[in-house]
């Protein structure tokens, strides 16, 4: 599958962005579908996925609350809303496929067998 990661940009610390990434050759509810993001200097950290069969859904404490996941089976499209940004939420933000991940590899980078290209999200205080 391609992932094709889009929304980012510049925004002030309160606002809202929406992120999008959508998928070729298989249709994104194929697969366990995640954001991950990396700022400079740092290792690349899980933010949020969805599972392609429960459709369950699981979020880095970090962003709990503030940032939400979702899926559009019908567009091949899966989507991260993010509010209330914070400086710190300032990353490029990647989204993910897995064909198939255990559970307790959900949030892990090796799990996931697919990446988009990223998109920057700068976050100004």
């Known amino acids: 599958v391609q992932l094709q990661a889009s929304g980012g940009g510049l925004v002030q610390a309160g606002g809202s962005l929406r992120l999008s990434c959508a998928a070729s050759g298989r249709t994104s509810n194929s697969y366990t579908m995640g954001w991950f993001r990396q700022s400079p200097g740092k290792e690349r950290e899980f933010v949020a996925v969805i599972r392609r069969s429960s459709g369950h859904i ?11 996941i979702s899926r559009d089976n019908a567009r091949s499209t899966v989507y991260l809303q993010m509010n209330l940004l914070k400086p710190e939420d300032t990353a490029v933000y990647y989204c993910a496929a897995a064909n198939g991940v255990i559970l307790s590899n959900i949030r ?9 290209q990223g998109t920057q999200v700068t976050v100004s205080s």
Do not use: C, I, L
């Open 108 to 116: 892990n980078v090796q799990g996931y067998d697919s990446w988009g």
């Open 58 to 68: 699981y979020y880095a404490d970090s962003v709990k609350g503030r940032f939400t």
